[in-house]
């Protein structure tokens, strides 16, 4: 049986709402291709450096600003777990760039073949020559024992003080930590063949140990600790961001372990031009001004307006101690494995 006819009312009101669709189609369609034409960069980091009072907020405006692009962070712990996580990910990784690895670590990561050469030439003003053609250092520091102040009075001056004495530390897990590893260098370039025993002589000072540096750092701050393993400028942080002097960092005449921290980018990246136009901007003068205070730690590259005021009271090692990245990674595995071995007596 053949319907009753359209009137031409309906029909204009049907033909209104249908030219209505096509338009919500289309348009949707616009905005679609619009976001699959955005390049996505995919950066691995630790948990600190997105934190709303890290870094990263104010380098991924920064650097979404100058490549039309869509910078999303992707954060794996310290970063020691960093590089596990990318060993277990492997080639299927879809990860464009990391940072937060350190010299500790990459000739480690470089053995993997997992990262790019970045084909880049960026001047530093680091305390020490640095070239890598996989990695760029963005920022480095010393480490250090940071204690308050006004509850100790006279800080140990030396590793040989800090174990006579009865105080209290929170250190990191090398295993998963930076830091963590970075105090095992530290002890193996002071102690040598004789660390073993120092870490016999610290447990009894060893309070806990942490798989990061905020957990640790916030035991010390929730006074838990005595002290805690960071860095000579972590001071510079409740001085300048909160305008509490109480914080200071041991100056140990053994002298300090550096840390030079680094970005790389890698080999499976689908966007490698955008992986390079990052690391280049992390490299920029608008980037590292942003670091000292946001990562806490000195810019790779000292932006054209220097350090900001409070940076040139923080304590100067008389001594940087600091094994090539080839040492380090010849020493490494022993010695995690020595400081296993003790802590789990």
Excluded at 93 to 103: E, M, P
Excluded at 260 to 281: H, I, N
Aim: glycine share 6%.
């Amino acid at each position: 049986m053949l319907g009753s006819p359209i009137s031409i009312p309906a029909r204009r009101r049907m033909e209104s709402e249908m030219r209505t669709i096509h338009l919500a189609l289309a348009l949707s369609s616009v905005a679609l291709t619009a976001h699959a034409e955005t390049p996505v960069l995919t950066v691995l980091t630790y948990d600190s450096f997105t934190a709303e009072w890290g870094p990263g907020p104010a380098i991924e405006a920064g650097f979404e600003a100058t490549c039309a692009c869509d910078l999303q962070w992707v954060t794996g712990g310290d970063g020691a777990a960093i590089l596990a996580r990318l060993k277990l990910e492997g080639a299927q990784t879809d990860v464009d760039v990391v940072v937060g690895l350190d010299t500790s670590l990459t000739e480690n990561a470089g053995k993997t073949g997992l990262f790019a050469p970045h084909d880049l030439s960026l001047a530093n003003d680091l305390p020490v020559p640095f070239a890598d053609p996989l990695f760029i250092p963005y920022d480095w520091g010393w480490f250090a024992f940071v204690y308050d102040n006004t509850k100790l009075a006279t800080p140990p001056t030396s590793f040989a003080e800090l174990v006579a004495s009865p105080l209290k530390i929170v250190i990191q897990d090398p295993r998963s930590s930076t830091p963590g590893l970075g105090l095992l260098m530290w002890v193996k370039a002071v102690y040598g063949a004789d660390s073993a025993a120092f870490w016999t002589d610290l447990a009894d000072n060893i309070l806990t140990v942490t798989p990061s540096w905020d957990q640790a750092y916030g035991l010390f701050l929730s006074g838990e600790a005595d002290m805690v393993l960071s860095y000579t400028t972590s001071p510079a942080y409740h001085l300048i961001a909160e305008q509490d002097a109480t914080k200071s960092a041991a100056l140990f005449s053994d002298g300090h372990y550096m840390q030079v921290e680094v970005a790389g980018m890698l080999a499976a990246s689908q966007t490698p031009d955008l992986a390079r136009a990052f690391l280049t901007y992390l490299g920029s003068d608008e980037a590292q001004a942003v670091l000292p205070t946001t990562n806490w730690m000195y810019p790779a590259k000292t932006p054209a307006q220097g350090l900001p005021a409070g940076f040139e009271t923080m304590i100067n090692p008389g001594k940087s101690l600091l094994f090539s990245a080839t040492e380090a990674e010849e020493g490494r595995q022993a010695a995690v494995e020595e400081w296993q071995t003790i802590l789990s007596r």
